[in-house]
């Protein structure tokens, strides 16, 4: 699929720990391939909350000295994809409230909250007034709306939200963790030190030598306070169903999400597409990265060697000209460059994870040819996409999507492949094991009420 | 080895191409792996030089009204690895000499020339200054003293220079490139469009959709001129020997050096390694990214399942922050993460391309260890490094390598591994097929005189 | 006095003006003596505000791409001096709300209001949350709270203000400006094409080559609707009682605060000191750039000669580095140098604005001395300053202030200065003319109820 | 004449003073003033130079790690206005060479030689290539070319210069100092604490708190070594001749050039201007912040009061936007503003240190006139300019000079002055009193042979 879709966020949290603004920096380092347009922490310290955010990567928005600045042992942090619209520096997270009556509050939040627009019309006819678009906003106006302690105020809040989210909330030294009933974002917690980290993906607990942590589970609430996590739900929570692009695309193959480890989901995909795969071929390759787990389980499976027959260049950045419209027709050059040797006289098996619009890989397919392969069989590790996500990933119409627009042999044509195959739904279920999938976006099954955005569905 | 050796540099030129500076930027970017610190383009128009340059990416350095200033259909660019000693400024490349006699003339180098102190005396007692300490400059002032026709005046500054070295000249509408007596650092041409193209390694050229190149053979001169390229030679050459690192590690897996593909190559020292390794594994992984194929290889050989072992953040950048001396010792992990469920209870093959310092490596086994790993081999896809390099690779002394200091069975226990291998020089050779290779750095058989450098080997 | 007190905003608007937001920008340009550290602009289009502002000057702020994307006929905007504990992003002005019910609104605001904290603990109970600290918050929140049309509840909100403020709201294609009941901070307006501008000072108006405006009144409130301008008060006024210290030392010379001109009202503190002062001196020098104009108003009324006894660095930056204590001892050199030749020798009259903590003026007296000044009687063109002001001026403590802790005496022996005169309070009223001032930190006579702030003042 | 003519650089040194580079920053922090575009310094340490050097103001370019990596007692700072052709980074200065033979030497230069391209020739015939075409990489080769000591060669380079300058060069643990023969660009030292300093302007040693300096002498020579400084002269002197421009507009008013102080000279043209000028007038402004002195003596000898006409906004910025073209037209009130109650209804002598292409004075004749102002006479403390500088001062041709293509009438008709008078060269040689002027410029009378550039005048 390769750049074509995009997350929205990451979050991750630090609760008693020993200069948690840096523990938190690291924390979404780890986490940065969920969102690389900004960055920000929030760390509270004797009950006041100091937050320091900016567009950029981790590494660029926070130096020694400002994660200096950063006291106390709790803090939350938040990676973010902004689209275009949304790119005003009033959206960036967390978003913090002050105020002598209830004391600071952050919250930093990853998903899409379908209900956000009546939330938003409730809130503004009592008195809310937003500065920004952002979700995390609602959240907050919410939070403090509602009565009692602060605990049972977050949890209230958490009650109001339908969607897609995994949130974190900070104020009066605690920390609070939620996840939506259907568990389509993830989250999950582990113990650290004397303290705990809560983080979207687990990936960011490894880098911190923490191999054990428990997933958050749907409709699920962590209460950090007093030095301890309690437990419980503030919701009745649904079956869960991940949303499947997790698997697929978003999350780095060494996280586990409900169980199951990303990496292993993959391979299984493409065990799954080799199986009575009757095709002739001599190597399989994937597209870097995201594929080349898919690849590999193709390769196992059908006893086909594994080839790196794509090179992706590490020093693509944002900045690049494309000055001719020939060069940016061609702009997938710049990212990857196939390895003729592997290729060349070759009938290959190319394993891509998804396909949004289609122009990249139909570029790939040509790139492949043109370095001298004999036949192009494109595999993808996933069912075709035919509908929009309301969930936090973004693709918002059906039109932008090439499978909404053609049968699989019209994309086949469009690719200039020699043949396509696609999964099942029902296959990438299998794949996932004992985690239940979110897969609307491949077939309509959308698990919440859609408010206001079933109009996008019915266009 | 990961980021432990650093190549010193890479050119890339074009001839008689309209928009050259643009060209040569994407050149440059595909040769991005060779060098972070700093990038140059000079382009020529009307006999006028104009040179752009600067610390930083390519994508970085160069702006669109940046390269719109650069006019000319012949140009030349230099990526730069810089080591601390010579970051300054005056360092950056290409070098350009104004003059009204004999025109302007640029130059960029990758490469060390071994003689350079002595040819800086030389040309010092004749009246040359110099502002930095850039073998370009010594390059410079050699053709500006020599006497003939620009041609002449090149070749026979070229053959004043011993060492390892690409050099491209450019000057009076026309561009030169030669390459060492000995083929140790590699440079290529390739025709396009109505002009040439001339770079570090070919990867730049597919970049282009350009798959059909010819290596400049050691000793071997080029001359663009008259919208024609006449190949010629400066000197008698040797048997080629090109730089055995460039093969292992440095280069492109799509890259050909002496109609070797690179990828081709690693596959083939994994073989190797395979071939008649009797150790008890389950699998077999590579460390991201130089040594991945070297592990498909092994993988292929042994029969032993290839697996995706460790995962690379792509997002780190040189302003990370350790703030712990617990963190800095843990370095690694920012950047290198293990996948539990792809090594957990297994015995494992881990190929690494090369050994340097030994740190990163005993680290890597560590995570995998602490991952769960049940035994670890350790395969390196090259001999042991014993010895400093004075053909342009930054080993400087021979203290700084482990396999100077220790034996295989002492290294293994610095590793912590439970077994480890390295390749024999032979092998290695033989793996390069019908390419020669300097082995230097692990059997001390340089292919040039010494000069001045060589007291650091009697040291 | 030279650069010890700070002023902490300047406003600027613009209603019924094509390219509203590049007018502003002039206007800011104008202003920028109010304020260094900040600037914004919010302009309206079709009910739609954006918002662009961030750190530094406005000319560094803006450039012609942001300019541009700031649509409209109307633009308000904001020059910021903020204080180490606001300078958060979320303080940076204008303040921006976005309302599906009652649509964009934006404040930019100048000054201080005495009694915020009162109604934060109000609005905070009626629900509302703060995402910052500036008062510009509270003002967005009392207007969205009131009933009425959007003017209605302009004027309601301003009636509960309490304090020194100049206010500009826009929404709803109108724009609202209106000042304090007791005039303390200015605001004018002016006719500009077909519409007008309102600004802190009138010399933003003479960039754009208007030299006719019309100060608010007191209390005064300026409705921009339907292409005209409707005045009206917002509630009863008092005398006005322009804060002293915009003559003395905020405003441009070339700025008219309630019809009296700046440069002649600090020209006339020059008289008058001069008036009665029987010292014997040679000639009369200011304290560039905001004593000149006295020391003028000195030299006619008393026949001695004007000079330019010192010259101001104009390239002070804020990253000036001191490496030294001695350096930092003399860091007023670096600004300010003695010309030796018009005060070596010589018996010198110098006029300062102001005194503060009185160490700069001591620096100066040394640098004098240090030049040769065989006598130096320093005059201060106003009186002894004593008192906090809780008006918007950067004075939180009696503490810091020398006019508290030493008598004149002690002061001149502080000052290492031969003689010294203040004003008193009365002079400077009578200097003002028809305009009443605010002398509050001279003789505490505080216009309004302080608060909360009162404490500071019993302490 | 208000930012419309450039002088093109400052030097400053320092021999033998701890932390010499903090000390050239102060040094080069108070030469501004004579160049905002480049700033550079080069420090000496055990015979190694280390250069450190970029665009933009000292204050921007270095901070305190840079300036703690230049070690050593010896230094020498520049900096530097760069025109259009030469901004290259090439040619910011110092510049340094580094030799094995001859050791690192670094020159700076102020002014410029006007047998460049005959000097450039004849080296680049004897083997010199030139990486810049700064006057100062011609200074270095020269000094390498000659034979003897290093304070021999670099004598022997300065008797081969011809032109205008000031030029430092380091080397060898000492520091030399030399002026050209006509003494027509500015350099004094003065002794600091154990060493020496030595600057194009004497305010910079006056930030020290030296006020005692004395003047190198036209063809004078400094040796800075073994600790002392030994004068001495490089070649037969003329009758010295200082830049006029220095007193008129480029240098401090602080300084001291030649025994005269710079505003002890511009308040005798003011004088000079006043006696026997019969037009009936009420007040006397200067154009901030190069006249005000001229203007004081005018008020002065005339009686005329003084008055604060023009006030100079201190924020204008090089990025500042002017989206409409009336807008453009009207620049100057960015940067000037009149004060409506110093000129309303009054005849206004208004004095400006020089005219060159006359359009920034017609526009303030505009904004005074718009102001009120009944009357203007403008007043010129500077004979009128009609030929080209080639001695560093940035007229390039007599096109350029509204002097060269109008007479005192015409002039006076474009600026829609009512009255316009200059002052006759003789008149500007007395108010210069023992110093020599070079008034080529206004009469000319170059005091060298001009070289290659006689033609510019011809034509």
């Known amino acids: 699929m390769f750049d074509e879709l995009h997350e929205e966020c990451g979050v991750f949290g630090c609760y008693h720990i020993p200069d948690a603004a840096s523990m938190t920096y690291y924390g979404l380092h780890s986490l940065q391939h969920r969102g690389q347009e900004a960055s920000g922490i929030a760390a509270e310290h004797d009950g006041e909350i100091t937050v320091l955010k900016g567009r950029g990567l ?88 509602e009565e009692g302690t602060l605990e049972e105020r977050v949890k209230k809040a958490a009650a109001r939200l339908e969607g897609a989210f995994a949130v974190l909330v900070e104020g009066e030294g605690k920390l609070f963790a939620f996840r939506d009933t259907h568990g389509l974002r993830p989250l999950s917690t582990a113990r650290f030190q004397d303290g705990w980290m809560v983080s979207s993906e687990t990936c960011a607990f490894e880098v911190m030598g923490i191999y054990d942590s428990e997933t958050v589970p749907a409709g699920g609430f962590c209460t950090f306070e007093d030095g301890i996590l309690r437990r419980s739900s503030y919701r009745e929570a649904d079956a869960p169903r991940v949303c499947a692009m997790e698997y697929i695309y978003f999350a780095r193959p060494d996280s586990v999400i409900e169980d199951v480890n990303v990496h292993k989901f993959r391979k299984e995909t493409g065990r799954i597409l080799a199986t009575g795969d009757d095709v002739q071929a001599d190597v399989v390759i994937g597209v870097p990265d995201s594929s080349l787990s898919a690849a590999i389980g193709y390769s196992e499976a059908s006893g086909l060697p594994f080839e790196t027959g794509l090179v ?66 494109v595999r993808i590790a996933s069912p075709v996409l035919k509908l929009p996500c309301f969930y936090g990933v973004d693709i918002s119409t059906k039109e932008e999507l090439i499978g909404h627009r053609m049968t699989v042999e019209e994309i086949r044509e469009y690719l200039e492949a020699d043949s396509l195959r696609f999964m099942t739904p029902e296959q990438l279920r299998f794949a996932a094991g004992t985690a239940g999938l979110c897969t609307a976006c491949f077939d309509g099954s959308y698990c919440t009420d859609l408010y206001s955005y079933s109009e996008v569905l019915s266009n």
């Open 312 to 377: 992706k260049n590490r020093y693509v950045g944002r900045t690049f000209i494309q000055p001719t419209q020939e060069m940016r027709d061609r702009g997938v050059r710049m990212k990857l460059s196939p390895v003729k040797e592997a290729v060349e006289g070759k009938s290959v098996i190319m394993i891509d994870d998804s396909i949004v619009r289609g122009t990249t890989s139909r570029r790939i397919v040509r790139l492949l040819r043109e370095a001298g392969a004999r036949e192009i069989h």
């Open 58 to 145: 981790t590494v660029d928005v926070f130096r020694k000295p400002e994660l200096a600045s950063l006291e106390g042992v709790n803090a939350i942090g938040h990676v973010r994809y902004s689209t275009a619209g949304g790119a005003e520096a009033a959206n960036i997270q967390p978003i913090v409230s002050h105020s002598s009556r209830l004391g600071d509050v952050a919250v930093a939040h990853n998903g899409q909250i379908v209900n956000e627009k009546e939330l938003r019309r409730e809130l503004e006819e009592k008195g809310a007034i937003f500065q920004g678009t952002s979700d995390s906003e609602v959240i907050l106006h919410l939070i403090r709306m």
